[in-house]
T-cell receptor, first 112, second 115 residues
Framework: SQELEQSPQSLIVQEGKNLTINCTSS?????LYWYKQKYGEGLIFLMM?????EEKSHEKITAKLDEKKQQSSLHITASQPSHAGIYLC????????????FGTGTRLQVFP | DAGVIQSPRHEVTEMGQEVTLRCKPI?????LFWYRQTMMRGLELLIY????????DSGMPEDRFSAKMPNASFSTLKIQPSEPRDSAVYFC?????????????FGEGSRLTVL
């Protein structure tokens, strides 16, 4: 079965700093999805990547899918306290499905 | 618009008791997912419904767990009998199949504590 490993597991950064979260899959990705979870709440969809080399941005968050489609990175520029939460990557089991498995998550804290 | 609605938000029960978690998906969505989140195992997919039919229940831990979707606007996840290791946050999510956006809409979760 497919597994997603995220690194680091947790991250504490000062406001204004840049940071990167990585997600590595044990199998080729049909689609890679990034979600954010605020403490005590459900997950919120950030973006989806499908093509090797694809890059997408949402506000100050940029995600990339590598050419071999087995790794993705999420980069936050000039972090803010509002970026704090748990970031999870998700993978589709095949094309044209919304059935996702998720990585273990990266817990981000941003202090002033 | 109302999002995915889950109830109860918090449940504390004793080992051996029956627990029923409820979910109302977003109107018009035809896929529904139940996930379980723990510190140790992260977010695990338990079961997936499409058009009210269970498509994949390979993630259901054991026979103590059962899920139903009697209609497009309601689903339940039942644990009977409950055990302390079932303590977790249970999430329900819904989506529109075929959109291939990967965008699942999650409820706020039901936090279950089994003593």
């Amino acid at each position: 079965s497919q597994e997603l490993e995220q690194s680091p597991q947790s991250l504490i950064v000062q406001e204004g700093k840049n940071l990167t979260i990585n997600c590595t899959s044990s199998k080729t990705l049909y689609g890679l999805y990034w979600y954010k979870q605020k403490y005590g709440e459900g997950l919120i969809f950030l973006m989806m990547l499908q093509k090797g080399g694809e890059e997408k941005s949402h506000e100050k968050i940029t995600a990339k899918l590598d050419e071999k489609k087995q790794q993705s990175s999420l980069h936050i520029t000039a972090s803010q306290p509002s970026h704090a939460g748990i970031y999870l990557c998700g993978a589709a089991q095949s094309y044209n499905t919304d059935k996702l498995i998720f990585g273990t998550g990266t817990r981000l804290q941003v202090f002033p | 618009d109302a999002g995915v609605i889950q109830s109860p938000r918090h449940e504390v029960t004793e080992m051996g008791q029956e627990v029923t978690l409820r979910c109302k998906p977003i109107s018009g969505h035809n896929s529904l997912f139940w996930y379980r989140q723990t510190m140790m195992r992260g977010l695990e997919l338990l079961i997936y419904f499409n058009n009210n039919v269970p498509i994949d229940d390979s993630g259901m831990p054991e026979d103590r767990f059962s899920a139903k979707m009697p209609n497009a606007s309601f689903s339940t996840l039942k644990i009977q009998p409950s055990e302390p290791r079932d303590s977790a946050v249970y999430f329900c999510a819904s989506s529109t199949t075929g959109q291939n956006t990967g965008e699942l809409f999650f409820g706020e979760g039901s936090r279950l504590t089994v003593l």
